[in-house]
């Protein structure tokens, strides 16, 4: 029987580990890892992609039963950049939609997995990889060197090889994979209970009033130059309320270094201090920081049977709740190299291809750092969350949940979309970038009406399963209502017979008409969504369209 062996028995390993084991009915898996390692763990806050990575896994039950649900982001935009201003726009999800997210406790979490994936009968190792040997033997088969706790060791061989060993990056230490990101980040993180979670409610809210959901079970979100702040409540392992609360910031905008409970108060006191006084309301459950802790690799994938997974591929921004979303990709990715290895179909053209999709989520990366250099502006801020989330539910969703993203042309057109650029020549990360900037010019005071709460009109709502003939028509919902807020924020502009002016206008007025036109002609002829056509056979997903990725075996 062929044979996987996952290295490190953290999430990503266990995650994988339980999707191999139901995908690939056929193959072996070994997970081979001490879970008594202590591991840096901050929540945490899923969004729609993972969870409906989980839920297809079959972990629903768990997720409803020990963990929070999640009514979307909420942004606070401070109106004043001031100690004394409470003033907040508040940007939160207009109502319940279709795809369900959670904020799981990590901890608890984990526990769980680890019961979940060992009565699915996956080989579990308690031991570390202290070597390995890539094409031992004359079956270009793998050899793993294993030691316990104990110091004893062992050997085994394997068809391929995942690293799933989080910073640890054992691969990418022995192949040399090294690579420094384009941007640095830090972070600092708490864990709090028995606070008052009314202390929220002590600021001015500027938002739509609802009574869909307690905006409390939300990711609560804070911006200030360089920096923003999470707080994702949680449930404890008893059962009471937990709150995780941290701060990411760009450590070359902010020259304090934050390693301490003192100093991210001080921090937080100078911009929002509601969040203090939350913490100081609250007991200490423990803490955690991270300095310059970002990192990628020059590979990934590769066709001779080893793969780059999790953290020990690359770090990420926590921004939007990204973190366990890239691991439901690569999981996926990497059984769909398995499957083609096994029928002998897989080239070094369809993992290109896939490569080609991790750098496009890693071009997101370089966009969000780039966020932070307006960060502490809440109307520049506001508007480019707005677009950015209307194409999480139009584009990046939708690609998922049909599992396009395995398919060959699919993962390269997305990858076109988002080209990676170096530091130097980095692109602005604002939605239409020169009339943002008009608008403020043209208003240097700001007021609530220019950061309008417009996600019932930027969210996805029909949105809810695997559809491939529906993605064409999201791309043109997209591009209407790209139009559509296109001429919302010209109407912002106190527009005169300037020459600066009657070039914004030619710009942008021809804009709106050409994403008018992109979304007619979608409509009309969908077909055109697809720049490459249909995949050629080697290139295709082996696990079919309309979210087959998700078809697994169920254990009796």
Avoid at 320 to 340: F, R
Avoid at 460 to 476: E, G, V
């Amino acid at each position: 029987m062929k044979r996987i062996a996952i290295m490190g028995a953290g999430v990503a390993g266990h995650l994988a580990a339980l999707y191999f084991k139901k995908k690939l009915p056929g193959v072996e898996v070994i997970l081979i890892g001490r879970p008594d390692r202590k591991r840096p763990i901050v929540g945490e806050s899923t969004v729609e992609l993972t969870t409906h990575f989980f839920k297809g896994l079959g972990l629903g039950r768990l997720l409803e039963e020990k963990h929070y649900h999640k009514y979307g982001l909420t942004y606070y935009l401070k109106l004043r950049n001031n100690p004394e201003c409470r003033n907040y726009v508040v940007h939160e999800a207009p109502g319940v939609i279709r795809m369900p997210a959670y904020n799981l406790n990590r901890f608890s979490f984990d526990k769980d997995l680890r019961k979940i994936v060992g009565d699915h009968q996956v080989h579990m190792i308690e031991a570390d990889v202290s070597a390995v040997d890539l094409n031992a033997g004359e079956h270009t088969t793998h050899l793993l060197t294993l030691r316990s706790a104990a110091d004893e060791q062992q050997q085994l061989t394997a068809d391929w090889v995942v690293d799933a060993t989080g910073r640890n990056r054992f691969m990418a230490k022995k192949l040399k994979l090294h690579k420094e990101a384009t941007y640095q980040r830090s972070t600092f993180w708490l864990r709090l209970k028995d606070f008052d979670r009314s202390i929220l409610s002590s600021i001015t809210a500027h938002k739509d009033k609802h009574h869909c959901y307690d905006p409390y079970y939300v990711t609560h979100h804070f911006y200030g130059k360089g920096y923003w702040i999470w707080m994702i409540p949680m449930r404890s392992d008893d059962g009471n309320e937990m709150i995780s609360i941290g701060i990411t910031y760009r450590p070359d905008m902010i020259e304090q270094k934050i390693s301490t409970l003192e100093a991210f108060k001080e921090k937080v006191m100078a911009d929002h201090p509601v969040i203090t006084e939350l913490i100081e309301s609250g007991q200490l459950v423990d803490t955690q920081a991270m300095h310059n802790y970002m990192y990628e690799a020059r590979q990934y994938y590769s066709t001779e049977g080893w793969f780059l997974l999790g953290d020990a591929a690359f770090t990420f921004d926590p921004a939007n709740s990204a973190g366990l979303a890239y691991v439901a990709q690569q999981i996926p990715q990497v059984a769909a190299m398995i499957e083609k290895d096994i029928h002998g179909s897989l080239t070094p053209a369809y993992v290109n291809c896939l490569e080609s999709h991790i750098q496009a989520q890693l071009a997101l990366q370089d966009t969000w750092s780039k966020w932070y250099e307006v960060m502490d502006d809440p109307f520049m801020m506001g508007w480019t969350l707005l677009f950015a989330n209307m194409a999480y539910f139009h584009v990046v969703l939708p690609m998922y949940m049909t599992g396009d993203f395995l398919d060959g042309h699919q993962a390269q057109q997305f990858a076109d979309l988002l080209p990676r650029y170096t530091r130097e020549m980095q692109p602005s990360p604002l939605p239409f970038a020169c009339l943002l900037q008009e608008i403020r010019r043209s208003n240097p005071g700001l007021s609530p009406t220019m950061m309008p709460n417009l996600y019932s009109r930027t969210i996805n709502f029909d949105l809810y399963k695997a559809d491939n003939r529906a993605r064409p028509i999201y791309a043109s919902n997209y591009y209407l209502r790209s139009a559509l807020l296109r001429v919302r924020l010209m109407k912002m502009v106190k527009w005169s017979l300037s020459t600066r002016h009657l070039r914004l206008l030619l710009r942008h007025g021809c804009g709106a008409v050409q994403d008018l036109a992109r979304a007619a002609v979608l409509r009309l002829r969908p077909s055109l969504f697809y720049k490459y056509g249909e995949s050629p056979e080697l290139l295709k997903s082996p696990f079919g369209k309309d979210g087959g990725f998700l078809d697994l075996v169920r254990r009796a």
